[in-house]
């Protein structure tokens, strides 16, 4: 599963692939309809390859819980996360059964499931390990080019 350029953007529905740096930000493409946007520096944006979820144990990085769902559904669709609370609930708890219940919400769930029907959609789940030494490099390379454009415009 290769997800070290999908984002998420904050106040925007769906998942966004990066295409490029600019000097205000960078360009995404939404992997819902393809239009291109322009994301300011100003904007609340997340990398998929560093968003995690609680467990009793520790944190979880959301990759390997995509990759569980991936298992389980053998590449297919997960459930619609338009289903009931109690369903999502029981559902997730088959796929990480000791995530924390009081720290994850049924919310963040229904996110979870519907970024993974998004990415399975596009064909862009595996069962396969991720690649971690790569997401490293480009959420290193993310990282320095997001400080270097905010001393450029201050």
């Not at 290769?2 to 904050?10: F, G, M, R, T, Y």
């Not at 490029?20 to 997340?46: H, P, Y």
């Not at 968003?51 to 997960?78: C, F, Q």
Request: charged share 30%; hydrophobic share 35%; glycine share 4%.
């Amino acid at each position: 599963m290769n997800v070290e350029k999908i984002l998420a953007i904050s106040g925007k529905p769906g998942l966004y692939d990066l295409k490029i740096q600019t000097r205000s930000g960078f360009v995404a493409e939404s992997l819902l309809d393809g239009k291109k946007i322009t994301v300011g520096m100003k904007s609340n944006v997340s990398l998929l390859s560093e968003i995690s979820m609680y467990t009793h144990t520790e944190e979880r990085p959301l990759v390997d819980i995509m990759r569980a769902i991936a298992v389980k559904e053998n590449e297919g669709p997960a459930i619609s996360h338009k289903e009931d609370n109690a369903a999502l609930l029981e559902y997730f708890k088959q796929i990480v059964p000791d995530y924390d219940e009081e720290r994850v919400y049924p919310s963040d769930i229904k996110k979870v499931l519907n970024w993974y029907n998004i990415l399975q959609a596009k064909g862009m789940v595996s069962k396969e390990e991720p690649k971690v030494e790569n997401a490293e490099e480009v959420k290193d390379q993310v990282v320095e080019e997001v400080k270097a454009k905010k001393k450029s415009v201050k």
